[in-house]
């Protein structure tokens, strides 16, 4: 008897003890929950993006393959990784055979961006997913093996239906198997797929250089260089061709049958007595493996519908497909180039390097077999597919019209087939003129009106003088926009000037400054004036936001009383102050080789002050307020019209991005620039006082005033 009341005893502190270590768990599994909800977020994120841009193969921004999704994801496939809790409830056994299609709908929307990296990221990366899916896949088999996911028959209320978990789990991991084959074989493909259209891109380009038309505006030749190289930056995005490929198909199929396979799982559980069976309890994870089946059946829904919108726009309009025997060489020409290369041994054992060599080639001619087989076998699965389709629009659709000719040369495609560049023409010109045209209304009519001020780039030459005695031993060169950001300060702080004049001049002024900051990006790219565009930006937050310079208020209480002269005065005596005291901590070589910020404003105030100072002093009358408000707008508008003579050619070398992976990018840039400026390119091009001088030199603010310095008779 006390045997027996020992061992009950035993049993129940067993019991607390393991309840309570099984606390946690319920907080684990609201962790994966959370890891798999940014999962999906980041998928949506994807799938908002791309209907936004118009863009239906939905590139990879938010949601790609790296360290940070690899972690949050293997954190989201906790349960099929769990060997040892027990999970005897159907939704526990459906949330861990879901997870299992959760990671399928995961990878299929990662394996666009595998495109976009170089060779060593995505040799890295692929290596540590392969690491956790075959990690995942033994477990599942121990799992199934010891009977953690259980091999009990579903019987549905209605009707006997015959499910079972272990069945569905072997399902899932095929295709999570066949997945990883896909994403290995893309891999093996993005180097030489990238070099053909790089091949492609400079091939064409060098045509569309040579193809100008010269009795066209500056904005319509803008306009159509822009379309041109828009049309090549997308559709020869590595993202894009993905996109396009056999693989995608079959990534998308994948998506299809493990969506299928999740709805039953999920109907089985929730149309089945079982479901509130006693042992519902019995899992140390309670509601929250609910809460998992939930969530990841939402991002599997999410990640299909991504996955087969991706898939499917263009892909039954290439009729290469449909000899899915056949294997085009860029497929594998990575591995025949392997296995071509000599193995780097220094060994002096004849025999060693033969054998390595034999070696090395029986283990890529088993790889090329391997590409050559998933390559064939997703062609077939875009045959099933898509045949039916390719019946059904020969006789439902016609050939696209309205498209420009002359664009379908700047297609860049591996496969060229003319009814699928007739459609992304068309779909890829909408979305060009969609995105300039919301350029061209977000035009700031603020800065036009500042333009208007325009005095026929007086301002440049009259903003600073050589009369002034310069303070450093070596002086600085000027930029575009610290002059522009100095003046600024001075007009702000000026009392008696109307609010709304201010206001309308500090947003003219900030949205100028995006665009010379972008002129001086492009054209003046060494290191001094790296310091004054980071020394003019860091001043202008300084005034946009703490309405100060240099930590000195602009306020305009600060200056009440205070007559124009005087007020000019102040920032000369300041900012001299500034310049004295940096001057003296620092040594002379530190102040000509990497001039601190504080020091570049305070100078730029001192030489302006001083200039505008030296001007007025002869007037017979002091100047008003008003007067030197108006005077300090006309040079901000000269300074600005100089500088703006240059977006042309930013646009145009925006548009000429030499890494592919940016390309996209740095084009939609130049659109959006075009369309924020049309109106202000216009207007200078009708301008008849435009220096006729080299291209290089107009990018230089100081080579404008020594031509303009020269002209004067």
Request: proline letters at 4%; aromatic letters at 10%.
């Amino acid at each position: 008897m006390d045997s027996y009341n020992s061992e009950c005893n035993a049993c129940i502190t067993d019991k607390i003890e393991s309840d309570r270590f099984s606390e946690p768990m319920v907080w684990i599994g609201i962790y994966i929950a959370v890891a798999s909800g940014v999962c999906i977020l980041a998928m949506a994120a994807d799938l908002v993006h791309g209907f936004r841009n118009r863009k239906l193969w939905f590139p990879c921004k938010y949601f790609s393959l790296n360290a940070a999704s690899i972690t949050v994801i293997t954190i989201a496939m906790k349960l099929p990784l769990d060997l040892t809790s027990p999970m005897p409830s159907y939704a526990d056994q459906a949330a861990k055979v879901g997870s299992l299609a959760f990671m399928c709908v995961l990878m299929a929307n990662l394996m666009p961006s595998l495109a976009s990296m170089d060779n060593k990221t995505l040799l890295a990366n692929i290596i540590a997913l392969c690491i956790l899916v075959i990690t995942m896949v033994v477990n599942i088999c121990i799992q199934i093996n010891t009977g953690v996911i259980h091999n009990d028959v579903i019987i549905h209320r209605y009707e006997q239906v015959y499910y079972r978990f272990t069945i569905f789990a072997c399902i899932n991991t095929a295709m999570l198997l066949l997945l990883l084959m896909i994403m290995i074989s893309s891999s093996l493909t993005f180097p030489t797929y990238k070099k053909v259209l790089e091949f492609k891109y400079r091939a064409t380009n060098k045509s569309s250089l040579t193809d100008q038309h010269i009795q066209m505006s500056t904005v319509e030749k803008l306009r159509q260089h822009v379309r041109r190289y828009w049309v090549m930056a997308e559709t020869g995005s590595p993202q894009f061709g993905m996109a396009g490929s056999p693989l995608s198909t079959a990534s998308g199929v994948t998506c299809a049958v493990v969506l299928v396979i999740n709805i039953l799982t999920n109907f089985s559980v929730h149309g089945t007595q079982y479901l509130y069976d006693s042992k519902t309890n019995g899992s140390p994870y309670k509601w929250s493996a609910t809460a998992i089946l939930i969530t990841q059946s939402i991002g599997i829904a999410v990640g299909f519908f991504a996955s087969v919108i991706r898939s499917f726009p263009f892909h039954y309009l290439n009729m290469k497909n449909i000899m899915f025997f056949k294997v085009e060489n860029y497929w594998i020409q990575k591995l025949h180039e392997w296995k071509e290369s000599p193995v780097p041994f220094l060994s002096s054992n004849r025999r060693l390097r033969s054998l390595i060599y034999y070696s090395k080639n029986i283990f890529l001619d088993f790889f090329i077999w391997f590409q050559t087989v998933i390559i064939s076998l997703c062609k077939l699965i875009w045959v099933i597919v898509t045949v039916p389709g390719l019946f059904l629009a020969s006789c439902m659709l016609k050939h696209p019209r309205g498209i420009d000719n002359n664009l379908k040369m700047y297609v860049l495609q591996i496969d060229n087939d003319t009814y699928a560049t007739a459609i992304l023409l068309k779909i890829i010109s909408r979305s060009m003129d969609s995105f300039i045209s919301k350029a061209e209304k977000a035009q700031n009519n603020n800065l036009l009106d500042l333009l208007d001020k325009f005095r026929e780039f007086d301002g440049v030459q009259i903003f600073d003088t050589d009369h002034v005695q310069s303070l450093l031993p070596t002086e600085l060169v000027n930029s575009w926009s610290l002059p522009v950001v100095t003046l600024t300060c001075i007009a702000v702080s000026i009392p008696n000037i109307p609010e709304d004049t201010v206001k309308s001049l500090l947003s003219s002024v900030g949205e100028g400054l995006s665009f010379t900051h972008l002129v001086e990006e492009g054209l003046n790219c060494t290191s001094e004036y790296v310091n004054l565009r980071k020394a003019s930006m860091s001043l202008w937050h300084e005034v946009e936001y703490k309405c100060k310079w240099l930590d000195n208020p602009l306020a305009k209480n600060v200056f009440d009383g205070k007559a124009a002269t005087e007020i000019v005065k102040w920032f000369s005596d300041k900012a001299k102050e500034i310049v004295t005291e940096i001057k003296d901590s620092t040594s002379d070589g530190e102040l000509v080789e990497n001039p601190p910020g504080k020091l570049i404003a305070a100078n730029s105030m001192y030489r302006i002050t001083q200039t505008i100072l030296l001007r007025f002093q002869s007037n017979t009358e002091p100047i008003t307020k008003k007067q030197l408000f108006s005077h300090l707008n006309g040079m901000i508008a000269d300074i600005f019209c100089a500088c703006f003579t240059n977006l042309p050619r930013v646009i145009t070398t925006r548009c000429h991005e030499n890494v592919i992976e940016k390309r996209e990018a740095s084009v939609r840039v130049a659109a959006k620039l075009l369309g924020k400026t049309t109106k202000i390119i216009e207007k200078l091009e009708e301008c008849d006082k435009v220096p006729s001088m080299d291209e290089d030199k107009m990018a230089y603010i100081d080579e404008w005033r020594l031509y303009m310095k020269q002209s004067i008779p």
